[in-house]
């Protein structure tokens, strides 16, 4: 018997997130719509605010999804949704304020999902919740667009019964609450950019290794540890592969030394191989384990300590964001070839 890569609890939720993707796509095509097909300023700006700040939390998904290490596709039903809510969107003889109330209502529906999500990621493992922290801006962001759609609403439905404008009360009760979830949802309320550098997607494939190996080592039950062990699998191959595709091809010149790097990560993928073909309930299954995690955490501390300097000397903030988008897309790619 072999160890088993496929994790249900941790694809129901890589199948959530997927979702999310596919409803912040959804969002942002409605808001360029809706910018463009109103010509009040100040609900066009908003609009705007919006649709620039849910550009960015898609990148933060993206990333996300990749960190996570589990792709998988959008549930049937959630395509469904988006397919009737296009046609909605597309209905001419809707107005503005039907329109922007159905979009409201996707965006809660993408609030509850970050939230299960959240509360999910809880229940099956430490990994996961450090895996889908990046989503806490997304969620805090998202009920915050909800305030200021329902503002929006106000003004559209009174103009649409009356002919005239609300009170002007309507945007100061939509900054207080704004005020108040900055309060419940602390720091996830900002972000300094948005997106994390090569070295920051690195360090946090680094710290989730680590984490699981802690999970690894806490428990007895042999289907648990095996279920730690697939994510390990899962994580270190395209880790692995695309730090020799992307990373350290880049920084060869500057840092010959690269090359010991490669050869450490061969050995690790012969004991990651001979791992997989044995059980979490085999004798030799935690010794090999502990092997793995020795000649990891080795690695790690060299890349950190060394690698990390070399690129900080030689590389500025802008092509390490740069290795970040082609580095994501390698490890998305592998991703995607291990579950075909």
Known sequence: MTVQLQD?????????????????NFLISNEQKFISATSDADIRDRLQSMLEDDRKNLGILETTIIQYGNPSEPNSTTEQTLKQAQKMMEDSKMSL????SQHELLKHAQVMKGLLVHKAAQVVGADVEAAITPLNTVNFENRSHQEQLKGILEVLGTRELTGQDPDQGVWSRVQDAMAALSGVFGSAASRAKDDMNVLEIIYEDHRKVDTLFMEIENTNDAKKREEFFGQIYKDLSAHSEAEEEVVYPAIRAQFPEVQHLYNEQAEMKQLLEAIKSSNGSDASFMTRVKQLKDMVQHHVKEEENDMFNKFRQTMNEAQMQQLSKQ??????RIQQSMVS
């Open 8 to 24: 249900t609890k941790r694809m129901a939720i890589a199948q959530k997130l997927a979702d999310m993707k596919a409803v912040q």
């Open 97 to 100: 304020f039907e329109k922007i």
């Open 327 to 332: 580095f994501k897309e390698a490890k998305s």
